[in-house]
C-alpha cells in the first residue's frame, strides 16, 4: 500500500559570530571555568550581537537548510519555527522569516514548547505531510537566549547560548515507512514555575516605571529541572522506539537536549547506549534550547556521524515542562 512518508532531504544551521568563553563569565559573576565544565560540560557559547534577533538566526540556518534539499522560498507550503525568544511578541518569528526570506507562498507559525520546541515543530510538519495538507514545509528551531539571561545570575547565565537548526521536510511517496517514523511528546504543567519568566506576559506585564528589579529574565530550579529532565528523557526515547517498533541497538546516533553533559551521560546510561552513538557539542555552544537538536544534527551529518539510511533518535526538554522524542530514517 502506498502511504505518504514526511522525509528530511535538507538540514542547516547558523551560529552567530560573537563567542563568550568560561574566562569572560569570571569577569561577570563570582563563578570558575572548572566549576562550568565538571558540572555542565561548557566551554564557550556563541551570542548574537545587538541588532540581530532570532529571525537572522533562523534565516540564515533556514536559508542552508533549503540550500541541502535543492529547493527555493517559492516551493514552501509552510515555515514552522520553534522559539521562545521571538522577535516581537506580534508578530511571531516565523512572518518575520517568511518576509526576509521572500517565501510569500508560505505560511508561517511559531511552536512554542520552550527547548522541545523543535521536535513539537518536527512532529507538527510530520503530521501535516503525511495528511496530504502540505508537501515541504520548514522546521527551523532558532533562539537568541542572550536576551532572556540574566548576567548577574551565576545559576543561569553560564548556561545559554544563541544559534539556530533546519530541516526541511518533503512529501515522499512509498510502499515502507521513511523519514519521520514515529514521535512522542508530552508535558507536565505543574512544573511551569520551574523554568519560567515571571514578568513580560499578560499576567504581570513589564512595568517602564517600576523602581525594583523586574523578572523579566528566565529563572530556574536547576536540581528540580535536572531530576525530571533525566527521567523523562529516558522515558519518551523508550516510548518512541516502542512505536516505532525499533530496539536501541537499530539507532545509529543519539541526538539529545544538549542542556548540560550530566544529564546526557545520565540518560545515555538509563538506556543503555555506548557513547560512539551519542552526539554531544555542548562545549561549543552551551543550551541554545530550540535551536540544540537541529543544530546538533546538522553537525553529526556533516561529521559523517550519521548517514543516509541511518536510524537517528532525537529527544529534547525543556520549561512547561515539555519533552518529546522523534525517531527518523535519514
Ligand atoms: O534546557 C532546559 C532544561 N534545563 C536543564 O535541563 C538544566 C538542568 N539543571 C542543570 O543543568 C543543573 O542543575 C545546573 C547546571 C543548572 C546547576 O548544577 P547543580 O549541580 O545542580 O548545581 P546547584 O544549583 O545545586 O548549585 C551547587 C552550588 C551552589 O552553591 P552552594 O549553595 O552549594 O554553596 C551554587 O550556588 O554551585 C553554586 N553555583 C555556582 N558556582 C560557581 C551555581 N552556579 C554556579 C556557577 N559558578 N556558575
Known sequence: MTMI??????IGSYTPDRILTNADFEKMVETNDEWIVSRTGI?????????????????KAGQRA???AGIGPDDLDLIIVGTV?????????????????????????????ACASFIYGLTSASGMIRSGQYRRILVIGAETLSSITDYT???TCVLFGDAAGSVVLEAKEGNAPEGVLSSVLETDGRYAK??????????????????????????MNGNEVFKVAVRAMVSSSRKVCEKAGVSKDDIALFIPHQANIRIIDAVRKRLGLPEEKVFVNIEKYGN?????????????????????GDLVLMVAFGGGLT??????RL
Open 66 to 68: 533549503m540550500e541541502n
Open 323 to 328: 519533552w518529546g522524542a522523534s525517531i527518523v
Open 43 to 59: 566551554k564557550e557559547r556563541h551570542v548574537v550581537s545587538n541588532g540581530s534577533g532570532t529571525s537572522d538566526l533562523a534565516l
Open 288 to 308: 541554545t534550547s530550540s535551536a540544540s537538536v537541529p543544530l546538533a544534527l546538522d553537525e553529526a551529518v556533516k561529521a559523517g556521524k550519521a548517514k543516509k
Open 153 to 155: 545570575d551565576r545559576g
Open 5 to 10: 512518508n514526511a522525509v528530511i532531504t535538507g
Open 85 to 113: 525568544t521571538p522577535d516581537y511578541q506580534v508578530p511571531s518569528a516565523a512572518c518575520i522569516v517568511q518576509e526576509k526570506m521572500g517565501a510569500f507562498g508560505a505560511a508561517a507559525m511559531d511552536v512554542s514548547a
Open 194 to 219: 520551574l523554568l519560567w519568566i515571571p514578568v513580560g506576559g499578560s499576567v504581570e506585564s513589564y512595568d517602564p516605571d517600576s523602581e525594583g528589579k523586574q523578572r523579566i529574565y528566565l529563572e
